[in-house]
């Protein structure tokens, strides 16, 4: 059984280890890595100013993370004066427990919902691996907005219409992972 909740600074330590271990499973892939930033994600759980969200799990306890942030985290050099108008959940920093449930989506999925409910239209994300921006669209129903050059690399945005997913009742009670 899994649920979301807001994140405390109980839960530092559990979330710059899932970090370390994400990086380590990136590293594996040839990915790259972001141990260097997994103590720097964890002291976010704590700070008032950020809505950080946990993945917890009834056993294995934080398997994933997540930040919410508005329309004022939209980087004008991704998107049109337009789309950073449009009502949006913008997330950052999504991290799983490496594992084979693809935990990932409950967070995404879960996010979809709660957007919903607070009014918004959109949830955009955006990743500057290409393959997890093919993962998203295809295992996770998003849309590739864009991408985007920059400082040297290539940066994709993608987006999601704000609604709940039925399904997500079922896997954050263990079904059909």
Same mark, same amino acid.
């Given at each position: 059984?899994? &649920?979301?909740?807001? =994140?405390? /600074?109980?839960?530092?330590? #559990? +979330? #710059?280890?899932?970090? *370390? /271990?994400?990086?380590?499973?990136?590293?594996?892939?040839?990915?790259?890595?972001? /141990?260097?930033? =997994?103590?720097?994600? $964890?002291?976010?759980?704590?700070?008032?100013?950020?809505?950080?969200?946990?993945?917890?799990?009834?056993?294995?306890?934080?398997?994933?993370?997540?930040?919410?942030?508005?329309?004022? #985290?939209?980087?004008?050099?991704? !998107?049109?004066?337009?789309?950073?108008?449009?009502?949006?959940? !913008?997330?950052?920093?999504? !991290?799983? *427990?490496?594992?084979?449930?693809?935990?990932?989506?409950?967070?995404?999925?879960?996010?979809?919902?709660?957007?919903?409910?607070? $009014?918004?239209?959109? +949830?955009? &994300?955006?990743?500057?691996?290409?393959?997890?921006?093919?993962?998203?669209?295809?295992?996770?129903?998003?849309?590739?907005? &864009?991408?985007?050059?920059?400082?040297?690399?290539?940066? !994709?945005?993608?987006?999601?219409?704000?609604? *709940?997913?039925?399904?997500?009742?079922?896997?954050?009670?263990? &079904?059909?992972?």
């Amino acid at each position: 059984m899994y &649920r979301m909740r807001e =994140a405390t /600074a109980a839960d530092a330590e #559990a +979330v #710059a280890e899932l970090v *370390r /271990a994400r990086s380590a499973w990136l590293s594996v892939q040839g990915l790259g890595e972001c /141990a260097d930033d =997994a103590e720097e994600y $964890g002291a976010q759980a704590g700070n008032p100013d950020l809505a950080v969200w946990v993945l917890e799990h009834e056993v294995d306890g934080v398997v994933g993370c997540t930040t919410h942030f508005g329309n004022e #985290a939209l980087p004008h050099w991704a !998107f049109t004066e337009q789309e950073r108008a449009e009502p949006t959940l !913008f997330l950052a920093t999504t !991290f799983t *427990r490496p594992n084979p449930h693809r935990l990932g989506r409950l967070i995404a999925w879960w996010s979809l919902g709660r957007a919903a409910e607070q $009014g918004l239209t959109w +949830v955009r &994300r955006g990743t500057g691996q290409e393959q997890l921006a093919r993962y998203y669209r295809e295992a996770q129903g998003w849309d590739l907005l &864009r991408g985007v050059e920059r400082h040297g690399s290539n940066v !994709f945005f993608l987006q999601r219409r704000a609604d *709940r997913v039925p399904e997500l009742a079922d896997l954050m009670a263990g &079904r059909g992972l």
